[in-house]
């Protein structure tokens, strides 16, 4: 494998010393059922790695920036800007896919713009310079390539809410009471159940979602609820 990593280092501003580990940073797992005798392992440690640090990159960002917000904001927070589509974008931008080492088959299928593939890799390039200089380096380079722009806009336009939230929030300060969520239905085996969860205020029913967990069918239910908010 011919190091080409110059042109990364220049765009992220970061240095690599351990040549081999920024190499493992791209090797995705199919690449190696074609590559039996590589010398390095799949990037999914380093994934692993990657995804606590930002984690922990995350929350020290808003502690430092941020200290008027109560802990469930942060939570919220991290939950909006710590996902496979925001990570995806900031690989596609630093352009991580022209660097990773497929297989034919995920080369053909647009492995190169996987959002999940970018995702992954961009969280072990996290871990790549955390191991390779230390923390703030990393911390760095995620507010520059994650964080800028982003997360501030975020933050200052409330984005960061959920569907629920925002329910609670409008419902609350208008009525100074909170929207009950009850499971209506509940069917399909143990390890592959669906939940219809339904949202009320007043026993009236604002919303409906369906999903694999009560948490996420929550969710929906709270986003259809809006269309119903003239009604109560």
Request: charged share 25%.
């Amino acid at each position: 494998m011919v190091d080409n990593y110059q042109k990364l280092e220049k765009e992220i501003g970061v240095h690599i010393k351990n040549r081999k580990l920024l190499e493992n940073v791209f090797i995705h797992r199919s690449y190696l059922n074609e590559h039996k005798g590589s010398s390095l392992p799949s990037n999914e440690r380093l994934e692993f790695l990657g995804d606590s640090v930002l984690s922990l990159i995350t929350s020290v960002y808003l502690f430092r920036k941020y200290n008027e917000l109560a802990e469930g904001d942060y939570t919220e927070i991290k939950s909006s800007i710590v996902k496979t589509e925001s990570l995806a974008t900031a690989a596609s931008e630093i352009g991580l896919g022209s660097y990773l080492f497929l297989s034919k088959g995920e080369e053909l299928g647009g492995g190169r713009s996987n959002k999940n593939i970018l995702a992954d890799c961009f969280e072990a390039l996290i871990a790549c310079i955390f191991l390779d200089q230390n923390f703030e380096a990393a911390y760095e380079f995620v507010s520059k390539h994650l964080f800028k722009g982003k997360l501030d806009y975020l933050v200052e336009n409330k984005l960061y809410l959920s569907a629920k939230s925002k329910l609670q929030e409008l419902i609350q300060g208008k009525y100074k009471t909170t929207p009950v969520y009850r499971v209506l239905e509940e069917k399909g085996p143990e390890h592959k159940r669906i939940f219809q969860v339904g949202v009320f205020f007043h026993n009236k029913k604002l919303g409906v979602g369906t999903a694999s967990s009560k948490k996420e069918a929550e969710e929906i239910a709270a986003r259809n609820a809006f269309a119903n908010l003239e009604n109560i």
